[in-house]
């Protein structure tokens, strides 16, 4: 980081989030939706965003182009900057004297696995605990670039020094709010545990098995004999400096492979859905980082937003986002994450959390995803849940 200016160039990871955010229609966005069983004054909830930002630097940062590559910047209190803003909080009035709060984070700060670590500190300050989770106000670092970090191949890259200067193009981090809404659906403690365990014993997760159903319904839908699913893979503990990662942050590995699709369901369909996840698994093993230039990850981007791509099943289930909320937990009584799908290629995204024992499975089909998809997600859950009963 440039003390003076404040500047960090983008990693890899992160441009190509930042990039697609803003070439396809704000897909690359994550809103988490929780509601507290309290009731606040405005007062009070504007105190918690300001300690909030005092304890997270990252959230005062803005997205530049200089010279081509994507930089962060602090965000100058003369001159704040809205529409570069990379985060929004909207609050509202819940049931019974509850209050409802969605946050909307850019993804090239924060990812769905350490979401459940920005709430709990803003919650800290809404209820007046400081550091809750042994951190001070303040005490958070800006992360790291991790393409200046020693990945677990052994792959050194030396540090970076370029000199940046002021594009006469900025770019645009604008948060987008899609016309096509998410469809969410939650099973019950007893049902998200039965459905665990059952794909567990199959050498199944419950997303890999969703997705393989939703990758079936999409070849169907688009026509398409080529269908890939991909899932987000943490990268946390692979670098050699994975103590200077902090929570939260950017750290992704965007993992495809072609989906074995076809019509049989059952046992048809669990084979399937074993070999697709076998496929990403050795994908997420040969992982590597990239390191691209941004004019390339431009470039990329540009190509797959111009010809469409190739429909897609995104998963990511990040687990339990209790053990993140820590003594929260108490005092909430719903907890989601959505993943924005935006102009992405035809396809849908999962994201998959529990609460409280709970399953949440939400899905964002975006302006290019078939409108018969969330009754196909629909239709996967309910079967999941019933093979998952009745065996």
């Known amino acids: 980081m440039n003390g003076d200016e404040g500047v960090r160039r983008l990693s890899d990871t992160e441009a190509t989030f930042a990039y697609t955010h803003a070439l396809m229609g704000g897909s690359t966005q994550l809103t988490t939706e929780f509601t507290v069983n309290a009731a606040f004054s405005p007062e009070r909830v504007e105190r918690a965003v300001e300690l909030w930002l005092r304890r997270f630097p990252l959230l005062s940062l803005r997205i530049a182009d200089l010279d081509g590559s994507l930089w962060f910047r602090r965000e100058s209190p003369e001159a704040p900057s809205p529409e570069g803003r990379l985060w929004r909080l909207r609050v509202g009035h819940g049931p019974a004297a509850a209050t409802r709060f969605a946050f909307t984070c850019h993804h090239a700060i924060c990812d769905g696995y350490s979401t459940g670590h920005l709430v709990r500190a803003f919650l800290d300050g809404l209820f007046g605990i400081p550091g809750g989770d042994g951190f001070r106000p303040g005490a958070d670092p800006l992360p790291p670039d991790i393409d200046g970090l020693t990945y677990a191949s052994g792959d050194i890259r030396p540090p ?190 999962l994201h998959l959390s529990s609460f409280m024992g709970a399953l949440t499975v939400a899905l964002s089909t975006g302006s290019k995803g078939p409108a018969r998809l969330a009754a196909a997600a629909e239709r996967a859950v309910r079967e999941a849940v019933l093979l998952s009963a009745s065996r």
């Open 160 to 349: 970076r020094t370029p000199q940046a200067r002021r594009s006469p193009c900025p770019y645009s981090a604008r948060l987008t709010a899609s016309a096509d809404g998410p469809v969410t659906f939650t099973l019950t403690p007893r049902e998200s545990r039965r459905l665990r365990n059952w794909c567990r014993a199959r050498e199944l997760t419950v997303g890999g098995l969703l997705a393989t159903g939703l990758a079936d319904s999409l070849a169907r839908e688009t026509g398409r004999e080529e269908v890939t699913v991909s899932t987000a893979v943490s990268l946390r503990r692979r670098y050699a400096e994975h103590s200077l990662i902090t929570e939260p942050g950017c750290v992704l590995g965007l993992v495809r492979t072609p989906a074995r699709t076809g019509t049989g369901t059952g046992d048809d369909q669990v084979d399937r859905a074993r070999e697709n996840a076998a496929a990403l698994r050795s994908a997420a093993h040969a992982w590597r980082p990239a390191r691209r230039a941004h004019a390339r990850i431009r470039q990329s981007v540009e190509r797959e937003a111009a010809g469409g791509g190739v429909p897609e099943i995104r998963v990511t289930d990040i687990g339990s986002v209790d053990a993140a909320l820590g003594s929260h937990t108490a005092r909430l009584t719903e907890f989601r994450t959505v993943a924005a799908r935006g102009d992405a290629p035809p396809g849908g995204t």
